[in-house]
């Protein structure tokens, strides 16, 4: 992994893809630039926690290991299955609603430190049966949740991954993360040794660009290894957890 990360976290949504198809499926969690490798292209680390997996719709485009994106003007185009995801209809429909009530509540959330069952129980008040069925809508909102109150932090004070110490009250961690990290030899073996299920795009012909930690975004440990196919133009998010 290159030393001069330029990290944005926390980019807004429609400055990672190029459209809203995965909206409430995905989170972004930071954009960088590799200023010595590749200036002037926008590469960013997104999860799709928060939401299960089909298995009946995996594609060679994204299965449940890893999403393949195209590049095009610093963005992000998805040509996979959203089918792959499951209840990805009721969390598209659901997500606005999420966003404005967080909007309005927010900041008393985290004033008041309240608690993720408490947040759940809550919103679950305010859904129909038909909203949640098939659904499990309780992960749902405890990732919506857990990724607001971290976004929401960093945007008032300034402090990343806060999550565990101001709602669990952990104790904090005092060493700064440097939210990319370099990626293990052995998590890299494993990921160069499988294939994008695509006779010609094979996962050892993408640069590894490095990890971000869930565990730091949410409370999930389901860590995204970004990777980037230079000739391609495209970019490969593989789920793994560390």
Request: with cysteine.
């Amino acid at each position: 992994m290159s030393t001069y990360l330029d990290i944005n976290l926390y980019p807004s949504f429609t400055n990672v893809f190029a459209d809203e198809t995965l909206k409430g499926i995905f989170y972004p969690l930071c954009t960088v630039e590799d200023k010595n490798k590749y200036p002037n292209h926008l590469f960013h680390f997104v999860s799709s926690n928060g939401l299960w997996m089909n298995e009946e719709y995996v594609t060679k485009e994204n299965n449940t290991s890893y999403t393949l994106f195209d590049i095009a003007d610093g963005k992000y185009y998805f040509a996979g299955d959203v089918r792959l995801y499951k209840g990805y209809t009721q969390a598209q429909l659901l997500f606005p609603r999420l966003e404005a009530e967080f909007e309005q509540n927010g900041k008393d959330y985290l004033k008041n430190r309240t608690k993720t069952k408490t947040y759940i129980h809550t919103l679950k008040q305010t859904l129909t049966p038909d909203e949640i069925t098939d659904f499990d809508i309780d992960y749902f909102l405890q990732t919506f949740y857990e990724y607001s109150i971290n976004k929401l932090h960093f945007q008032l004070y300034g402090g990343f991954a806060k999550f565990r110490s101001i709602i669990d009250g952990w104790a904090s961690n005092k060493t700064k993360s440097p939210v990319v990290y370099p990626v293990a030899t052995q998590e890299l073996d494993y990921i160069l040794g499988e294939s994008v299920q695509d006779s010609t795009q094979k996962a050892n012909h993408f640069d590894v660009l490095g990890r971000t930690a869930g565990e730091e975004f949410f409370t999930d440990g389901n860590d995204t290894v970004l990777l980037y196919d230079v000739q391609a133009n495209k970019a490969l998010c593989w789920n793994f957890y560390s």
